[in-house]
Structures are given as C-alpha cells and as structure tokens.
C-alpha cells in the first residue's frame, strides 16, 4: 500500500507536524519509504459544501444518470471540497456513498415540499396530512439527512408563506428524529423560520427572514445556519422575473437579499453555528466553496480563521468526517501560504488528497 508523508502547518493546531497518510487513514507514525508529497505551506482538512445538489442539473432539471452525479460531484472535488451534503436530491445514488474518487457524502433523499409549491421534479409534493410519513420515507432513503421545503411563493397571498401549517412543520422535526435523522430546512420568510427553529430543526439553510431573537435561540439550542449568501445574491433576478405579477413577493426578496449580510453577522457574533453551503445545482454552478467562503469574510464579516473552519474541521466534525487526527481520514488541501492573511489563497489549492489518493 501507498504511504504518503506530508509537512506543514496543520490547522487548526497551527503548529509545523508531520503527518503521513496509508490508505484511507492519518497517522503521526513515521512510515518507512513513504513518499513526501507536501513539504512546506498550510494543511487543512478536505473542504466541506454544506448545501449541495449533486443530484440536479444545470438549469434546475434532475440529472438522468450516476455518471451526471459523478460528473457535478468530480467539479467540486477539483475545488478542493472533499465532502458534501447534498441537502435533497431528486434522483437517488446511494451507490456513489464510498466511491473512491468522489467526495464524501451526506445525504438527504429528495426535498419534501407542498404540492405545486416548489421547483418542478425536484420534491416530493404532498399534502400537510402526508407529511411526517413521507419525511420518515425520505429519512431512510437518505444517509442522515432529511430536507424539509419550509416556505416558498404563495400565489394566491403574492408572496412567501410556509408551506403548511405550524403544527404539520413541527411533526416534519419531530418525524425525521424518531427515524433517526437531522433535517434542514429551506427558508427564506420570516414566518417559516420562526416556526422551524422554535421546532428544533437541526440546520437553516439560507435563512433570510431570521430575527435577533430568533438568532438567540439557534444559538441557544446548537440550531446551525448554512447561509448560501451566493444563493441569496440572485434573489434580484428572481425579483426581476416576479415584479410584474408579485410585486410584493419583489420588493420582499429584494429587501431580504439587503439585509443578509447583517443577519449572518448577527448569527457568527451570537454563537450560531455557521457552516459554509453554495446550493451549487440547478442556478448555481459547481466549485464554489471558495467564493462562498470569500462572500462570508468580505460580506458578513466573519474572521478569515473562522470561515476556514466554517468550510473544513468544523464543518467535517458537524456532519461526522474526522479530519487530519491519529486515524483520521486522509482528506486534505495545502496552500502555499496561510490562507488566515489571505482568505483568496483558498481559491487555488497546490495539493488535493481525497481518501489517501493524490487528485492535484
């Protein structure tokens, strides 16, 4: 078997270490005649997408094959992101769970969404007397992850709304749990937020509507935000397409887009876990978690050491990847330079080991 010795700065620890990477595992043994792939530079654990879709093609449509997943899954490998929870998925592929040159996964089975309510093909759409079975359905159908559509349109109100009512929300939380999942739910309104948090969901994903109060008690119960600000910033061309039927729902989108930056600082600043997602998929591209990364530090404000471990160790430790310790896995990207003085060096990655094998 390969052995391969790296040296450098390992964060988080900060300090100049030799690790050597056998098969899939780290050890800090030395291993005779293996072979120095990093001397020098800055070591992280694998990058993480929190909020992905390698399940949904460019331009919003399900992708028809494994080999599409592998495809929209290799992008983001290349990136440096070494695992990925695809937050809902409208075509299964358990098969790629341990395929050797793909990231990582967790995964949630396909979103579980109000019927005619959502993007089209993409949910399960059913009624609020369905809804704790089939997120139990889905529960199994995925590897730990239940997605939830908390909000979205109203046509009839002309604006966002949740997608049932308080009670059958609630029962979506309390359903995924007894089927021994965590389930994150999509929402933009500040109605539905409200509702899924007080719940208990375990993730917030975009989470534009949230509230100072409401950011306390996240804090308060661990509730993580994955806040997808590259999502957030398209909300102008959503508005744009809306304005002329809803022009409520316009002006609300555009109004949530401008206040983001301060509701994620908020969050950073109250404890609230944050996680770094694109929602690569559909009207985002693949690849990049780096400008994720850059939009949380120049945007939000969070610390460049903070959104680091937003997108690798806290990350991985969140959704149960161990990173660079004794018998850690082998997931790992070196910079030539510390990417805490300048966040951009994520940007260009000098070495990228998924699961012990070299893929730059």
């Not at 043994?29 to 070591?43: K, L």
């Not at 993480?48 to 449509?61: E, K, M, Q």
């Not at 007397?129 to 909000?151: E, I, M, S």
């Amino acid at each position: 078997m390969t052995a391969w010795h790296v040296r450098g700065v390992v964060l988080p620890d900060d300090e100049v270490r030799d690790l050597w990477l056998v098969g899939d595992r780290v050890t800090y043994e030395p291993v005779a005649g293996a072979t120095m792939i990093v001397d020098g530079g800055f070591v992280l654990p694998g990058l993480v997408d929190a909020h992905c879709h390698i399940g949904i093609a460019p331009g919003g449509a399900p992708i028809d094959s494994l080999d599409r997943a592998r495809e929209l899954a290799a992008v983001d490998r290349d990136s440096g992101v070494l695992a990925i929870r695809d937050a809902g998925s409208p075509y299964p592929y358990p098969e790629l769970d341990d395929e050797p040159g793909l990231p990582r996964l967790a995964r949630a089975g396909r979103h579980v969404a109000p019927p005619r309510r959502y993007l089209r093909d993409i949910g399960v759409e059913v009624a609020a007397a369905d809804v704790p079975a089939t997120v139990t359905a889905q529960a199994h159908a995925g590897n730990g992850w239940v997605k939830l559509v908390g909000d979205w349109i109203e046509r009839d109100a002309g604006d966002l709304a949740p997608a049932w009512d308080d009670a059958t929300l609630a029962a979506a939380v309390d359903a995924a749990h007894a089927a021994g999942a965590r389930i994150a739910v999509h929402t933009f309104s500040e109605s539905a937020v409200e509702i899924m948090v007080r719940a208990c969901v375990d993730s917030v994903e975009h989470g534009t509507g949230l509230s100072l109060d409401l950011i306390d008690v996240m804090a308060r119960q661990g509730t993580a935000l994955v806040p997808t600000m590259i999502n957030i910033a398209t909300f102008g061309n959503i508005a744009d397409r809306a304005r002329d039927k809803f022009p409520g729902y316009a002006k609300h989108m555009l109004a949530l887009r401008d206040g983001f930056p301060d509701v994620v600082r908020a969050a950073y600043e109250a404890g609230v876990p944050v996680y770094v997602g694109t929602d690569a998929g559909g009207g985002i591209a693949h690849g990049l978690a780096a400008r994720e990364m850059l939009m949380l530090h120049e945007r939000a404000g969070m610390p460049a050491s903070d959104v680091l471990r937003a997108a690798s160790w806290g990350a991985r430790e969140w959704l149960g990847f161990p990173g660079l310790v004794e018998g850690g896995l082998a997931d790992l990207v070196a910079y030539p330079s510390d990417p805490r003085r300048d966040l951009r060096v994520v940007e260009a990655p000098q070495r990228i080991v998924l699961r012990g094998r070299i893929v730059r």
